[in-house]
């Protein structure tokens, strides 16, 4: 490692393993700005209990179906993670399964893409 690099390292904030732990019984909240007007949102990570099960991609399917198939585990671990914030919190800004299956899919993917930290 450079100089530089362990400078950085040094200078970065570095989680604790008890606030890691905190993180999946804490109720976040986040807002994404849709169309000239904010959305304000909570979530709550999972544990691996918690994760939603479902199958993963065979090797050997077509990309199509691959990128298909982790699309849909995406969003169904999103949906998990703003029902259990509604759960933990239900006078929170909740957006329940009914809603959010009739929001534009552009504002879905904005708000699943802060709730799963992918850098746009």
Not at 80 to 109: Q, V
């Amino acid at each position: 490692m450079t100089e530089e690099v362990k400078e950085k390292v040094k200078e970065a904030e570095v989680w604790s393993m008890d606030e890691l732990v905190a993180l999946t019984d804490a109720v976040q909240e986040s807002e994404v700005e849709f169309r000239g007007k904010n959305l304000v949102f909570q979530f709550c990570e999972l544990t691996e209990k918690e994760e939603p099960k479902m199958k993963m991609p065979d090797d050997s399917m077509p990309e199509e179906d691959k990128t298909a198939m982790y699309q849909e585990i995406g969003a169904n671990r999103v949906k998990k993670m703003l029902l259990k914030a509604n759960e933990k919190n239900p006078d929170g800004p909740c957006i329940n399964t009914e809603m959010w299956e009739k929001l534009p899919t552009t504002l879905r993917y904005q708000v699943s893409n802060v709730i799963l930290g992918v850098q746009e």
